[in-house]
Structures are given as structure tokens and as C-alpha cells.
């Protein structure tokens, strides 16, 4: 029979996961890796994985990228049918593979080197002693924790702490560039995070800039002139 845990357990196991997390890890090298090659050496950081781990390294890839350091995610299979023409030497690659077995994410690896033979690789994994780990210039372990699902099977824990790992690496980058609230209001224009990042970095041009865009409103609807979707457009 399959274990029934209750809300407190659930959470009570993530936040254990997180606490476990090792300590050891040569998170320096990884975050070296990174400036010496995206910010010094001008290459991009690509990121990979299948399933869970794709999901999860996809959304890595575009938090780096929108706090100064160029990224993208590139799926293992479909590097295998021309999107590796897209890796190029000065890069340097983060995989995600909680089994560290992932067939497609050791092929990517191969078909890599194959053409960049030092092109360096940072690995998360829950099993530091796996192929891939042998393959890889740094590993990040997530101290393999027990997945908090009543099957035991479904990435739960495992993939919490891969994610926190990812932010880990992401803020440590933003720090050593000194990413300012300009830097993220360039690269970070829409929605909310765009708009409060300009206020923080120039409030008075923001409130301005709104003020006559709110009497220019005014003065043509008053002349009976704004024309259809003109509002959503200036606003």
C-alpha cells in the first residue's frame, strides 16, 4: 500500500530537503564557470534536461537571462536534429538529471564535445557517482532526498531543491556582475517587475511621464478625438 502523507508532512518533507541540501558542493567553481565564460569570455550559459528537469532547467535559463547573464535552454533531443548547431565553443552548459543516467542528456554531452572538446559542463543531480557525474567539470548535488509522493516515483523534493540550486547559482552571478534596478529595467520591460523596477530606478520620470499621459487622455476625449484602442496604446 502506498503512503498517505498529510499536508504538514508534505511540507515538513520539501523544507527538510532544502535544510539537507549539501554543504560541500563546489558551488565557487560553478559560479566560476560562469563569469569566465558568459561575462568574460562572451559565450552564452545553455541549459538542458529532459522531462521535470528540462522544465526546470528551461526556467533557469530565463531567470539568468533576464538578470544579465545571456541564456537558453536546449533540449536534448532536439539538439540531436540541428539545434546543436546553436552551442558554440565559447559556452559553457548546465545539465539537470536527478538519475544522472538520462540517456539523451549523456548523448548531448558526447555530441558536444564531439565538437567543442573543452566546451565545460556543470551538472545537478541526485546521484554524484553516475555517468554523467564522470563526465562533467563540476557536480552539484542535491543530496538526493526522498520524494515526498505516495509512490515514491514522482519528482517532488528533487526537483524543489534543483530549482533553489538554480537560484543559488543565479542570484550568486547577479552579485558578482553587480546587476543594478537599470540593468532590470532594460532587459525586464513588461508587467509589474518592469514597472517597479523603472520606479526604483527614476520614480519621478515615471510619475511624470504617467501625469501627461493622463492630460493628454483628457484633453482628447474632451475634443472628442481619441481614436479606438488609443488609450490602451499611450497607457
Known amino acids: 500500500m502506498s503512503k498517505q502523507y498529510t499536508i504538514p508532512e508534505i511540507l515538513s518533507a520539501e523544507i ?16 566560476r564557470l560562469i563569469l569566465e565564460h558568459v561575462h568574460q569570455g562572451g559565450g552564452r550559459l545553455i541549459t538542458s ?37 546553436m552551442v558554440c565553443e565559447s559556452d559553457v552548459m548546465l545539465l539537470i538529471s536527478n538519475s544522472g543516467k538520462t540517456r539523451e542528456v549523456l548523448e548531448l554531452v558526447a555530441l558536444t564535445r564531439r565538437m567543442y572538446p573543452r566546451l565545460p559542463f556543470i551538472l545537478i543531480t541526485g546521484n554524484s557517482e553516475s555517468p554523467l557525474s564522470q563526465l562533467v567539470d563540476v557536480t552539484l548535488s ?66 511624470g511621464a504617467l501625469r501627461w499621459r493622463l492630460l493628454l487622455l483628457l484633453y482628447l476625449g474632451r475634443a472628442g478625438r481619441i481614436p479606438m484602442g488609443l488609450p490602451h496604446s499611450i497607457l
Not at 526546470?56 to 548547431?85: R, V
Not at 518592469?194 to 519621478?204: A, C, H, Q, T, Y
Open 16 to 31: 527538510e530537503a532544502l535544510r539537507t541540501i549539501p554543504q560541500d558542493n563546489d558551488y565557487e567553481a560553478a559560479i
Open 49 to 85: 534536461g529532459m522531462g521535470k528537469a528540462g522544465q526546470i532547467a528551461h526556467n533557469i535559463a530565463t531567470t539568468f537571462s533576464s538578470t544579465g547573464t545571456p541564456a537558453y535552454f536546449l533540449h536534448p533531443s532536439e539538439a540531436q536534429h540541428g539545434d546543436l548547431g
Open 142 to 207: 542535491t543530496g538526493n532526498p526522498a520524494e515526498v509522493c505516495p509512490l515514491g516515483l514522482t519528482p517532488t523534493t528533487s526537483t524543489t531543491v534543483m530549482t533553489v540550486l538554480g537560484d543559488l547559482l543565479v542570484v550568486s552571478v547577479m552579485q558578482r556582475i553587480g546587476f543594478t534596478y537599470h540593468d532590470y529595467s532594460l532587459r525586464h520591460h513588461g508587467g509589474y517587475l518592469g514597472d517597479k523596477s523603472r520606479e526604483l530606478v527614476s520614480p519621478e520620470l515615471c510619475v
